[in-house]
């Protein structure tokens, strides 16, 4: 069966410091994946989506980079954080197959910027 | 365990309906509700965000209501366009729990 890990759980970090959140799946192969974040009392907001190694979509300009240096393995990334990178980070897979792409989240990490 | 069901599975109706998408959520302590469509090979998109202290939200065509006593909300759309085909989803929070989605097709 097919798994999805995110580290870590909860993050504090001052601004201006570096930022490293990874995701990793088990048990697919050439997944589709995606990098979303929920800042406070908005709505969930897609960042990244990557088709491949190597291959990352951006959706929003912003302060954040993703990388995929692996088929499984998705690094949302920044070198330095802002007071508005604060919020929930999810990251999702899907594989199309019989007509649908159905993505599964991970856990989730919760960044707070201060 | 939060569960989040979601009613129908599918749905088909023809252009101009009028039509209603259920989400149902077993624990009623929740923080906010959220409805997504997903449209094949791209990320979710948010469409309404009901917070918990909230009955309902619209945008355009769209409305969402929110029971949170009786563990229930509904997405409705009006005046259905072709384009609105695609699958919805509705998630429960803080922690995200999401619902098994609708599929839903508007016919021409």
């Known amino acids: 069966s097919q798994t999805i890990h995110q580290w870590p759980a909860t993050l504090v970090q001052p601004v201006g410091s570096p930022l490293s959140l990874e995701c990793t799946v088990e048990g697919t192969s050439n997944p589709n994946l995606y990098w979303y974040r929920q800042a406070a009392g908005r709505g969930l907001q897609l960042l990244f989506y990557?088709?491949?190694?190597g291959q990352i979509s951006s959706e929003v300009p912003q302060n954040l980079s993703a990388s995929r240096p692996q088929d499984r393995q998705f690094i949302l990334s920044s070198k330095k954080l802002l007071l508005s990178d604060s919020g929930f980070y999810l990251c999702?897979?899907?594989?199309w197959g019989g007509g649908t792409d159905t993505q599964y989240f991970g856990p989730g990490t919760r960044l707070t910027v201060l | 365990k939060q569960e989040v069901t979601q009613i129908p599975a599918a749905l088909s109706v023809p252009e101009g309906e009028n039509l209603v998408l259920n989400c149902s959520f077993t624990?009623?302590?929740?923080?906010?509700l959220q409805w997504f469509r997903q449209d094949p090979g791209k990320g979710l998109t948010s469409l309404l965000l009901i917070q918990s202290s909230q009955r309902e939200q619209t945008s355009g065509r769209l409305n969402a209501s929110l029971d949170k006593s009786s563990g229930r909300s509904t997405l409705y759309i009006a005046a259905s366009q072709p384009g609105d085909s695609a699958t919805y989803l509705c998630?429960?929070?803080?922690?995200?729990?999401f619902g098994t989605g609708t599929s839903l097709t508007v016919i021409p």
């Open positions: 990557s088709v491949g190694i």
């Open positions: 999702a897979w899907s594989v």
């Open positions: 624990d009623s302590a929740i923080y906010n």
């Open positions: 998630a429960v929070e803080d922690q995200f729990y």
